[in-house]
Nanobody, 123 residues
């Protein structure tokens, strides 16, 4: 599966953005999916995951209650709704996939990666 993320941009603190990840090549129905991010001079970190069967989701503590991961199988797309954004959410965001992964399993690793989309939150 090939992944392409979009939807990043500049937003003020407290605002919202929705990231989208378009998948091609294979249906997402077999894949656990996730979002990761990498801030300047920091390591890449897990943000959110959704199980391959869509049964559950899993979030990093830093975004729990503010971000929502979802997918649209007919459109073969993954989304990340980001609300109540903070300056510390500024990063390049990546979508990722791993076949038959659980939501929490996505926090461990992925084997398909999209290119990143930049999110900048101003204070």
């Amino acid at each position: 599966v090939q992944l392409q993320a979009s939807g990043g941009g500049l937003v003020q603190a407290g605002g919202s953005l929705r990231l989208s990840c378009a998948a091609s090549g294979r249906t997402l129905s077999d894949y656990g999916m996730g979002w990761f991010r990498q801030a300047p001079e920091k390591e890449r970190e897990f943000v959110a995951g959704i199980a391959w069967n869509g049964g559950n989701t899993y979030y990093a503590d830093s975004v729990k209650g503010r971000f929502t991961i979802s997918r649209d199988l007919p459109k073969n797309r993954l989304y990340l709704q980001m609300d109540s954004l903070k300056p510390e959410d500024t990063a390049v965001y990546y979508c990722a996939a791993r076949r038959f992964a659980s939501a929490q399993g996505m926090s461990v690793n992925a084997d398909r990666w999209g290119q990143g989309t930049l999110v900048t939150v101003s204070s």
